[in-house]
């Protein structure tokens, strides 16, 4: 089992920055990749970014391009969320996730193995 501990998250106002932090713990021996996914009341939960292990190769959705930035820190097992220029559309529950079997783009649900509780992210207009 793989415990996965979201923070970080506040209420910003539009055109701040922000910064997740995950900390991975338990059965954290292996390669695993982490994601970052959100999902705002009323909607399905999306892919926001994601690293994998072999090679930190990072993964975003076109929303957050060029805006968030993913980052991890194997000694420490945490994954990190740099979110800058943020924008209202922004606002969501984030979630963290591992997955151990390998996917193309790790854009799914389905490619994570653990998750996180989430952590609140309101950004104000």
């Known amino acids: 089992q793989v415990q996965l501990v979201e923070s970080g998250g506040g209420l910003v106002q539009a055109g701040d920055s922000l910064r997740l932090s995950c900390a991975a713990s338990?059965?954290?021996?292996?390669?695993?990749?982490m994601g970052w996914f959100r999902q705002a009341p009323g909607k399905e939960r999306e892919f926001v970014a994601a690293?994998?292990?072999?090679?930190?190769?990072?993964y975003y959705a076109d929303s957050v391009k060029g805006r968030f930035a993913i980052s991890r820190d194997n000694a420490r097992n945490t994954v990190y969320l740099q979110m800058n220029s943020m924008k209202p559309e922004d606002t969501a529950v984030y979630y963290c996730?591992?997955?151990?079997?390998?996917?193309?783009?790790?854009?799914?649900?389905?490619?994570?193995?653990?998750w996180g509780q989430g952590t609140q992210v309101t950004v104000s207009s």
């Open positions: 338990g059965r954290t021996s292996g390669n695993y990749a």
């Open positions: 996730a591992a997955g151990y079997r390998y996917s193309p783009y790790y854009h799914d649900t389905a490619d994570y193995d653990y």
């Open positions: 690293i994998n292990w072999w090679r930190a190769v990072t």
